[in-house]
């Protein structure tokens, strides 16, 4: 089912969804930092500073809002290469937001912003391999499988390790 979204940038009232959504223990798993709650006053600050272009920052967050204009999530491009022409992609969606088609409408509404205004040439993301659910939802978007990555990403079992798959969508 697809749904009508909205990619925006960040606003100071996004606070607290923002708050919700970066201390939710369940996404930290799929993160590449320590999982570790952050504060309304860090994410104050990156608020003050999320003006800052993908060129400039190197990063882009945008949040995704539904029909209501409310944030239900957001789409992040990092690790962004003028050079190559290339950034990573993540998207997080609040979990009641879940199961919505509302990532989908994200990353379709993100295809052409990325290709027209940012001139990127490719996208491409590393998930889980147990994350069945993103690894369909960036190959129904066009995104291809180019590899595994071995023991990967840690996992919260003690001395657990799992694949990550690496996908990557020419634009």
Known sequence: ??????????????????????????????????????????????????????????????????EAQEPVGTLDLYDYSARHQRAGVGIAVLP???????????????????????LLHQLYCTVAASNEASIKLFREIGFFQVGIRRDWLRTARPLGW??????????
């Open 1 to 66: 089912m697809l749904q009508a979204v909205v990619l925006r940038a960040p606003e100071p009232d996004d606070l607290e969804f923002l708050f919700q959504l970066e201390n939710d223990p369940d996404l930290w798993a799929h993160a590449d930092v320590l999982p570790a709650p952050v504060s309304r006053h860090a994410l104050r600050e990156y608020l003050r500073h999320a003006t800052a272009s993908l060129a400039d920052a190197g990063q882009l967050r945008l949040i995704i809002s539904n």
């Open 96 to 118: 009641q937001e879940r199961r919505r088609g509302r990532a989908a409408a994200a990353l379709r509404a993100l295809l052409p912003y990325a290709r027209q205004q940012l």
């Open 162 to 171: 799992e694949n990550a798959v690496e996908m990557q969508l020419i634009l």
